[in-house]
């Protein structure tokens, strides 16, 4: 990590190279330039400075541990929310290439997945159902977005991250790891809690967009599986859905280890 102001040295200001190149990684081409991407506030921030990836530390607080001593109108900059929580990091990109996923008994797939917030919901939910990756295919969002990096509270350092524009070729692969492809769908022939006896195998599932859900090319290529609407609602969104599904996974997965 980039060292510290030292004594008698700044606060930077917007103007100072290294605070506007940083300012810069709001933009998804600087990021895929550079390799690099923000993470803000103390949760996030605590995160990745635990998973070694942070590069510099910028804060408005003197008293906050190696941090790169900026003013209130460069964090502003830095900050990609309204109200800044003081401390912004420069963090490495940890993506790991679809060739090199190890996938484990639980991964989670957005497909065409634009709206960030449910990016980094879905991330944070794979995360605690115990999955050991999420994929984001085809033309989903950049994971490395400050709303979708938010959205995660910090998952987004703790599963492997994969992103690969061609599903075909993620499908391909998670068939090579032997895993079952299952797809949620409103019109899945398969009721979720049906499939409940075979939810303990290694799965892998599937998420397409709120507004048009997955492309009819993947849906081939999995099985179609619907949650169950009880009650009067039309349907469930897609964060909500993901969640079901995905610790229905994390259920029987764990109910087959205690057997």
């Known amino acids: 990590m980039r060292n510290a102001t030292k004594p008698g040295e700044g606060p930077f200001t917007t103007r100072t190279p290294r605070v506007s190149a940083a300012i810069k990684l709001h933009r998804r081409k600087d990021r895929d330039a550079t390799g690099l991407f923000l993470a803000e506030g103390p949760q996030a921030v605590n995160e990745a400075l635990a998973a070694g990836v942070v590069k510099e530390l910028f804060s408005t607080r003197s008293d906050y541990p190696n941090a790169t001593l900026v003013t209130e109108e460069a964090l502003q900059a830095l900050a990609d929310t309204v109200s800044p929580q003081g401390v912004v990091a420069v963090c490495e990109q940890a993506s790991v290439p679809l060739g090199q996923l ?36 085809g033309e989903a969002v950049d994971p490395y977005n400050g709303k979708c990096v938010r959205a995660s509270a910090g998952s987004l350092f703790h599963v492997d991250i994969v992103r690969e524009r061609s599903a075909a070729t993620v499908m391909t692969a998670l068939a090579k790891h032997g895993m079952q492809i299952l797809a949620t769908s409103g019109r899945g022939a398969t009721d979720l809690f049906e499939l409940e006896p075979h939810l303990a195998k ?25 949650v169950p609407i009880y009650g009067g609602a039309e349907s469930l969104n897609l964060a909500a859905a993901a969640a079901v599904c995905l610790y229905a996974s994390a259920r029987a997965q764990r109910s087959s280890y205690e057997l």
């Open 202 to 226: 290694p799965t892998a599932w599937l998420f397409g967009s709120e507004a048009h859900g997955l492309p009819a090319e993947v849906l081939e290529k999995a099985q179609a599986v619907r």
């Open 102 to 137: 190890k996938a484990g008994k639980l991964i989670a797939v957005a497909v065409d997945i634009r709206d960030p917030g449910n990016a980094g919901t879905i991330l944070r939910t794979a995360d605690a159902a115990g999955a050991s990756a999420v994929i984001f295919a």
